[in-house]
């Protein structure tokens, strides 16, 4: 007698194909468009947005974790080697969140892909490596989003030198270029960064931030640790020339290095980047308004460079005018990193673009034969 078999396939779903125990993946991909001339390594890439699908499960999101932490970024598909990243800010509810991600190569030649993983509920504590996207170049690197109610300014390098704010009662945060800033509403106010060597900036160096002001008046500081005749440096409105460097060297003699005619803008955030170079017998400084390089100095007339100081570093403490993304650097950034900066900071959707999401399922199939 002939037996009837008949064979039942059965698909189910079986997650866990990417190994890292997360549910969902997109590419993230880098214009290299917007990376001029020469790629740039270890570069911090600013990641922000309005992401529905970062907010939280309760809030119709795909996050697991209230505080972000089962959002990572990695260099791999796989999602086996984890770029260091920090959370500025992360609102569960929404999905706004502002990361700093450092990218080991941005390139230039091709698009630079890496990936974005989330929803992983076993993460309950955070993955970032906050010192590792700031490495030892950097020497004070201060968001400014901080409540000014707490009167601290976090400082998220290695070397950990919060800010103090002084005399605030007006001083609050605001929008900023990048997530939240504060605003200096008064000549009262300042922030008291305290006095550290690495501030002292006696062979190279790249003092930038972002900067909004109601209005230019003359000698008002942005960041100060200098005194005249003695030594330091300062960055200060000039009314005459817009704005202005200055230092004391050994000798006690003072070099400002102004910009007649800058490009600055009242009521408007602007890119500001000031680099100093003293090595190797160079006697160079430059300012860099919004990406672009509007004067240089190169000549042996400007004298030694700044010399060391004990005193604190003050933000402000002159005029009203808002602050953003301060960085302090022992480095000569090119003009390639501080126009690519310029380009991610200023507006990150163009600077990148998220890939489609990808589910981690693969499909099972059980052979079940009956005879």
């Known amino acids: 007698m002939k037996k009837l078999i008949l064979l039942f396939v059965f698909a189910c779903q079986a997650f866990g194909a990417w190994g890292n125990g997360y549910t969902y993946r997109r590419t993230l991909t880098i214009d290299k468009a917007m990376v001029p001339n020469t790629d740039q390594t270890n570069f911090p890439v600013l990641f922000s947005g309005t992401y529905s699908y970062l907010a939280h499960t309760t809030h119709s999101g795909l996050?697991?974790?209230?505080?972000?932490?089962?959002?990572?970024?990695?260099?791999?598909?796989?999602?086996?080697?984890?770029?260091?990243?920090?959370?500025?800010?992360?609102?569960?509810?929404?999905?706004?969140?502002?990361?700093?991600?450092?990218?080991?190569?941005?390139?230039?030649?091709?698009?630079?892909?890496?990936?974005?993983?989330?929803?992983?509920?076993?993460?309950?504590?955070?993955?970032?490596?906050?010192?590792?996207?700031?490495?030892?170049?950097?020497?004070?690197?201060?968001?400014?989003?901080?409540?000014?109610?707490?009167?601290?300014?976090?400082?998220?390098?290695?070397?950990?030198?919060?800010?103090?704010?002084?005399?605030?009662?007006?001083?609050?945060?605001?929008?900023?270029?990048?997530?939240?800033?504060?605003?200096?509403?008064?000549?009262?106010?300042?922030?008291?960064?305290?006095?550290?060597?690495?501030?002292?900036?006696?062979?190279?160096?790249?003092?930038?931030?972002?900067?909004?002001?109601?209005?230019?008046?003359?000698?008002?500081?942005?960041?100060?640790?200098?005194?005249?005749?003695?030594?330091?440096?300062?960055?200060?409105?000039?009314?005459?020339?817009a704005d202005l460097v200055q230092y004391t060297n050994d000798s006690g003699n003072n070099y400002p290095f102004d910009m007649a005619g800058a490009p600055l803008s009242a009521d408007a955030w602007q890119h500001c980047v000031v680099v100093f170079d003293y090595s190797g017998g160079s006697h160079i400084r430059r300012w860099y308004f919004n990406?672009?390089?509007?004067?240089?100095?190169?000549?042996?007339?400007?004298?030694?460079?700044?010399?060391?100081?004990?005193?604190?570093?003050?933000?402000?403490?002159?005029?009203?005018?808002?602050?953003?993304e301060i960085r302090l650097s022992n480095v000569v950034r090119s003009a390639d990193w501080i126009h690519t900066e310029y380009h991610n900071q200023s507006d990150p959707s163009t600077f990148y673009a998220l890939g489609a999401e990808t589910e981690n399922s693969g499909i099972r199939r059980r052979v079940v034969i009956v005879q």
């Open 63 to 241: 996050a697991t974790d209230l505080n972000g932490y089962d959002i990572i970024f990695t260099s791999d598909a796989a999602g086996t080697t984890k770029l260091d990243h920090e959370i500025e800010t992360y609102a569960h509810d929404t999905g706004v969140c502002v990361f700093w991600v450092r990218v080991p190569s941005v390139t230039t030649a091709a698009n630079t892909v890496i990936y974005l993983f989330y929803t992983n509920s076993s993460v309950t504590t955070s993955q970032q490596a906050i010192t590792g996207v700031w490495n030892s170049a950097y020497k004070g690197v201060w968001h400014m989003a901080d409540n000014a109610a707490t009167k601290t300014v976090v400082e998220s390098t290695s070397n950990a030198h919060n800010g103090t704010n002084v005399a605030n009662t007006d001083t609050k945060t605001i929008a900023g270029q990048v997530a939240r800033a504060l605003d200096y509403a008064s000549g009262s106010d300042s922030t008291n960064m305290g006095n550290n060597s690495v501030y002292d900036f006696t062979e190279t160096a790249t003092i930038e931030f972002w900067l909004k002001y109601p209005s230019i008046s003359y000698g008002s500081k942005i960041l100060n640790r200098m005194t005249y005749n003695v030594g330091g440096w300062d960055v200060e409105f000039n009314a005459a020339n």
């Open 291 to 324: 990406g672009a390089s509007n004067r240089e100095l190169d000549s042996n007339a400007y004298g030694e460079p700044p010399a060391s100081i004990s005193l604190n570093l003050v933000i402000s403490g002159d005029q009203a005018l808002s602050m953003d």
